[in-house]
């Protein structure tokens, strides 16, 4: 991206009216220890700190957020998010703090169920539907007392990791 030499780049909380009447937003300038951090980061084994820190030097860059989104496969409201935080509360700002609180306890072999109840053909257990969706797996798990309460997303969770299992050489 080309900047015009008389209008300089202000930081995201203003917004930059400059495309149409469209709010476009760029990171901050980045203070030197910031940008040693985040190419730190960007080449690190964190998958989530590492897309983190490529969003930030991508608008650092100049970037737009469309352009990121469509060089990360990422969507734009998730890039806008981590812009946003980084802007307020620099490298810490991309750092996530887990809720406190139990997680859900789900032992292997309901998980396991779970994979195998994927496995099966909804019509083979007189369901009334040909696929499966994740919500439709975590409804079944459910109603079947493999467990008593499962997200859609915790379903997903199991299967990629049952798949990225099935896939490794015996």
């Known amino acids: 991206m080309v900047q015009d030499a008389h209008e300089p780049r202000r930081p995201a909380r203003w917004g930059d009216r400059r ?7 760029y990171v901050r300038e980045l203070a030197s220890e910031e940008r040693q951090e985040l190419e730190r980061w960007a080449s690190g084994a964190n998958a989530e700190l590492c897309h983190r820190a490529q969003v930030i030097l991508l608008s650092a860059e100049g970037h737009r957020v469309p352009e990121i989104a469509r060089a990360l496969g990422a969507h734009p409201a998730n890039l806008r998010k981590w812009l946003h ?8 700002g991309l750092v996530t703090v887990r809720a406190g609180g139990a997680k859900p306890r789900i032992t292997e072999a309901q998980k396991k169920r779970i994979a ?14 040909s696929n499966w969706t994740l919500h439709k797996l975590a409804d079944q798990a459910t109603k079947r007392h493999i467990v008593d309460q499962i997200s859609h997303e915790y379903v997903r969770q199991i299967l990629k ?8 050489p015996r």
């Open 19 to 25: 495309m149409g009447g469209a709010m476009v937003l």
């Open 116 to 129: 195998d109840l994927a496995q099966r053909p909804p019509r083979e257990l007189g369901l009334n539907f």
């Open 161 to 168: 990791a049952n798949a990225h299992l099935s896939d490794q």
């Open 85 to 92: 935080r980084f802007n307020a509360d620099g490298c810490q």
